[in-house]
């Protein structure tokens, strides 16, 4: 079972480049979520889905860009990279329900020049 | 919205002694679980233990137990028998009926000394 696949593990960028991390689960959980932690940071939602079809914006969505359209799969988009968006990022998916623990992918280290 | 202040940014602790994580928690909703996770150097994203909001019982997982105390909107990880391999961040979450995804607090790094 492979749980939650995050490609690629590692990234580098140029400022305005645009890119895809791409984030697939096989557990057919409805949520899933991508969050960044920052160097010595704890982690922020970016955006998130309760479902095919539905996402939300998170804490700090702005730059990114997200779709949903089979329960699989959750990629984040880059629209136009910038050194500020350097960071880790996780994908994570659970099922629904408040005592639900989330599992996570084995983030992807990018790096904006 | 829900909210994790983790007050401790880093700690020691002697091999085979215990510690205390702490964590509290702000939310409006009556429905809530707390989450911890642990996050090597290697930076996976580990999950240790779960709380409840309307569990009577405080949670215990091994070495890990979740020292819950609602009224103080408190959820403290204690680790008793610490290792060396317990060297790592730690992370205290809340996830709400009302909220899709868990809220993270800022962590605990923390650290075994041999």
Redesign the interface.
């Known amino acids: 079972n492979a749980g939650v696949t995050q490609t690629p593990k590692f990234q580098v960028l140029k400022t305005g480049q645009s890119m895809t991390l791409q984030c697939a689960q096989d557990m057919n959980h409805e949520?899933m979520?991508w969050?960044r932690q920052d160097p010595?940071?704890?982690?922020?939602?970016i955006h998130?889905s309760?479902g095919a079809g539905i996402t939300?914006q998170?804490e700090v969505p702005n730059g990114y860009n997200v779709s949903r359209s089979t329960t699989e799969d959750f990629p984040l988009r880059l629209l136009s990279a910038a050194p500020s968006q350097t960071s880790?990022y996780?994908c994570?998916s659970?099922p629904g329900?408040?005592?639900?623990?989330?599992?996570?992918g084995?983030?992807t280290q990018l790096s904006v020049l | 919205a829900q909210k994790i202040t983790?007050t401790q940014p880093g700690m020691f602790v002697q091999e085979k002694e215990a510690v205390t994580l702490d964590c509290t928690y702000d939310t409006s909703?009556p429905?809530?679980?707390l989450?911890w996770y642990k996050q090597p150097s290697s930076?996976?994203?580990i999950?240790l233990i779960?709380q409840?909001s309307y569990d009577q019982q405080n949670a215990t997982e091994g070495r890990y137990s979740l020292n819950f105390q609602k009224a103080r909107k408190s959820a403290n990880l204690v680790i008793s028998a610490s290792q060396l391999g317990d060297s790592a961040m730690y992370?205290c979450?809340i996830?709400?009926?009302a909220?899709?995804?868990?809220?993270?607090?800022?962590?605990t790094r923390l650290m075994v000394k041999p």
């Open positions: 949520y979520s969050y010595g940071m704890g982690l922020r939602l998130y309760v939300d998170g880790v996780f994570a659970r329900g408040s005592n639900e623990k989330l599992f996570f084995s983030g | 983790q909703d429905s809530y679980g989450f930076g996976e994203m999950f779960y409840g992370f979450a996830g709400t009926n909220g899709n995804m868990l809220t993270f607090g800022g962590g």
